[in-house]
């Protein structure tokens, strides 16, 4: 808890200093309250970072373009602290925004691509769809695989991934 006190500290510091200093559509305030989120994110107060993740979404869409990849990553955001709170129709709302972007946005084996499919996967995981999420995790693990190294420590996340669900499943022997 230490640690996550010190970074609030810093993070909001940073956050005081462009509230006064920049516009309140500057990115850079987007940033500040993405990092505070993350901050209450891992400490697990996901309503907290939520409303931190609103804010940084609200300030990237006055400023960037709709499809622009930084707006992309906001949603995954959002996204998650629904899936952490339960609310996995409002997860899957926020991850096929950053879906639709990324898809339009980046190149088909992009690796922030095979992230968002897994999100999704997780998703459909935590509600117990697990042919669903399957299905997204090996189009996640495709998409990296042609983008990362065979032996990228990035890969590990799919895998356990598909394993996990094949031992929810009961299917011991193919997780």
Request: include cysteine; glycine fraction near 6%; charged fraction near 20%.
């Amino acid at each position: 808890m230490g640690e996550h006190s010190k970074a609030l500290e810093f993070y909001e510091e940073a956050l005081k200093i462009r509230d006064k200093a920049l516009p309140s559509h500057h990115p850079d305030l987007a940033a500040s309250f993405s990092n505070i989120g993350t901050v209450y994110h891992n400490m697990g107060d996901y309503a907290k970072a939520l409303e931190l993740y609103d804010k940084a979404n609200e300030v990237l869409k006055k400023t960037l373009l709709p499809n622009h990849p930084y707006l992309a990553t906001s949603y995954c955001n959002i996204g998650q602290a629904y899936n952490n709170m339960g609310d996995y129709a409002k997860a899957l709302e926020f991850y096929d925004k950053a879906l639709k972007i990324r898809e339009e946005a980046l190149s088909s084996n992009h690796p922030d691509l095979g992230t968002v499919y897994n999100n999704i996967g997780l998703v459909h995981s935590n509600m117990g769809d697990y042919l669903k999420a399957l299905e997204l995790y090996g189009k996640a693990r495709q998409i990296v695989e042609k983008a990362l190294t065979p032996h990228h420590p990035d890969l590990a996340t799919f895998y356990n991934n598909i394993g996990q669900v094949y031992y929810n499943m009961g299917n011991y022997l193919q997780a």
